[in-house]
């Protein structure tokens, strides 16, 4: 009696084998169709609110990427980094442990880089080399020749595998490549001006502290914009624009030369002879988030950032300056050019050449043209004038 049931129940089992292959439908020949396919299809994209972080493993974005977990804006984190060194799986994991809704992903190496950046909707590229010792004395086309392949690689797969992602160029120095990334999206054909900025927000944040610790304001109530660009010798912090306080020039201009060179002194002040990673990872966490806000809460003023002008001829003259903005859902959505006085319309005419000549290096190395140092960085000799020419002596009368 119990034969024939045994019987039974061994044939149902022998009926469905297991299955030793993957099913298609789950395989990785389908999610790859699907996202070339979301590149063409005209059906609306639902987006998921993915921040991915370039450089997640140095310090600028391990401080970013522990800020931006923090967030519920961001409701998934990649964090990407190609040298295994900096080991972004274990800092990834250790960011996990926090107790927030935001899903964290890590990535190494670039075989991984596209699935990094699918369907991102803000792109921060960080890390790369900074300012080092001896003595923070690095000049800045030296750091960009070490960090121009890194920002040119990633902004090449954005234009690919995101080129809806805003993207915030943070990667030193700053003025050189978001040059190189606005030109390889131009030449990808991926170019939009209102979804390319470079990180000021360290400087800003920087002037603006200065600047209430003098005056004793709440620096949570004020904004000091820095105008012009982000490196040293380029940025204009204006503080005839904060809300409160009037101090005399002299101690302006102290505050002008603390904020240009905030780099230096701290560098020298650490004894491990660093970069402030800590304020700027911060800043540069809260200018992502400030990004996040515009695209899906409202439009959202950012203090500082580096972005090519709608109108050149009411920013000074200049197409490409650090202003503040307004980011809404579409990316930039309003340039706010604050007003200068004398002072810092002058420190801005001395700044306007080193920051088209950073700009220049950054566009020739994206579009393959001969780079040369601008006019303006050549000193102009002035010839003295022809002597006259004398007309010969009579002789004297006996």
Not at 23 to 45: G, H, I, K
Not at 46 to 73: H, N
Not at 140 to 154: H, K
Not at 174 to 185: K, R, S
Request: aromatic share 8%; with cysteine; proline share 7%.
């Amino acid at each position: 009696m119990f034969r024939p049931i045994c019987q039974r129940v061994t044939r149902s089992l022998l009926v469905v084998p297991k299955a030793s292959y993957q099913n298609f439908v789950m395989s990785d020949v389908l999610a790859q169709m699907e996202r070339e396919c979301e590149l063409y299809c005209p059906t609306p994209r639902f987006p998921p609110q993915k921040v991915t972080v370039i450089g997640a493993g140095s310090d600028v974005g391990r401080i970013a990427s522990l800020f931006l977990k923090q967030q519920k804006l961001v409701k998934k984190l990649a964090m990407y980094d190609d040298y295994p060194e900096r080991k972004v799986l274990g800092v990834a994991n250790d960011v996990a442990h926090i107790d927030t809704s935001t899903q964290v992903e890590a990535f190494q190496g670039k075989a991984y880089l596209r699935d990094a950046l699918h369907d991102a909707d803000v792109v921060l590229i960080c890390g790369g080399c900074y300012v080092m010792p001896p003595c923070c004395n690095t000049p800045d086309r030296e750091i960009f020749f070490q960090n121009m392949q890194m920002v040119r690689t990633t902004t090449l797969a954005c234009a690919q595998f995101c080129p809806q992602a805003i993207i915030a160029v943070q990667t030193p120095p700053v003025d050189c490549n978001f040059a190189l990334c606005a030109n390889t999206m131009k030449m990808a054909g991926k170019y939009d001006r209102r979804r390319v900025l470079g990180v000021n927000a360290i400087n800003a944040m920087r002037a603006n502290q200065l600047f209430c610790a003098i005056t004793g304001s709440d620096p949570t109530g004020s904004n000091t914009p820095v105008v012009c660009g982000t490196g040293r010798c380029t940025r204009v912090p204006v503080f005839s624009a904060a809300k409160t306080g009037n101090i005399p020039q002299t101690q302006v201009d102290c505050l002008v030369r603390l904020v240009r060179e905030a780099d230096e002194i701290i560098c020298k002040v650490k004894s491990n002879n660093e970069q402030g990673h800590l304020s700027i990872g911060f800043s540069t966490a809260r200018f992502v988030v400030n990004i996040m806000k515009g695209l899906f809460v409202s439009p959202t003023f950012i203090d500082s950032a580096l972005v090519e002008q709608n109108d050149p001829e009411k920013c000074y003259g200049m197409s490409i300056c650090a202003t503040p903005i307004t980011v809404g859902k579409g990316g930039i959505v309003e340039y706010a050019v604050p007003e200068l006085n004398d002072a810092e319309k002058r420190l801005l005419i001395d700044s306007k050449c080193d920051l088209e000549d950073m700009l220049s290096l950054g566009r020739c190395y994206a579009t393959g043209d001969d780079y040369c140092l601008s006019d303006c960085k050549y000193y102009k000799v002035h010839a003295s004038p022809p002597c006259p020419v004398g007309k010969p002596c009579k002789p004297a009368e006996k």
